[in-house]
């Protein structure tokens, strides 16, 4: 069992950055992907951004936050971030971080999931 749990969410205006952390704890497998969503009313919950847990270089993005968001990882404190910069309306949402060992990101790939920090950006 692994257990995510998402902070750093809140209001901000349009341009300011947030960063968001999840921390991991229990049986945290070396070949762990991290991996964020989101999920804005009334909509799907969507991909964000992946890193390797075993190699911080490899990463993924959504075309929607490329150039503006960046994920990265602490090994040592167990903990994968989301810093969000130039944010816009259309980044408001609940941010979920979740896990997977499969090579698809889709949500239905993930094992496990936190709970969700929400993100809110007015204009």
């Known amino acids: 069992q692994v257990q995510l749990v998402e902070s750093g969410g809140g209001l901000v205006q349009t341009g300011a950055s947030l960063r968001l952390s999840c921390v991991a704890s229990?049986?945290?497998?070396?070949?762990?992907?991290m991996t964020w969503f989101r999920q804005a009313p009334g909509k799907e919950r969507e991909f964000v951004a992946a890193?390797?847990?075993?190699?911080?270089?490899?990463?993924f993005y959504a075309d929607s936050v490329k150039g503006r968001f960046t994920i990265s990882r602490d090994i040592a404190e167990n903990t994968v971030f989301l810093q969000m910069n130039s944010l816009k309306p259309e980044d408001t949402a609940v941010y979920y971080c979740?896990?997977?060992?499969?090579?698809?990101?889709?949500?239905?790939?993930?094992?496990?999931w936190g709970k969700g920090t929400l993100v809110t950006v007015s204009s």
């Open positions: 979740a896990t997977t060992t499969r090579a698809q990101l889709a949500p239905t790939d993930m094992h496990y």
């Open positions: 229990g049986a945290i497998f070396w070949g762990y992907t």
């Open positions: 890193i390797r847990w075993s190699d911080a270089s490899t990463k």
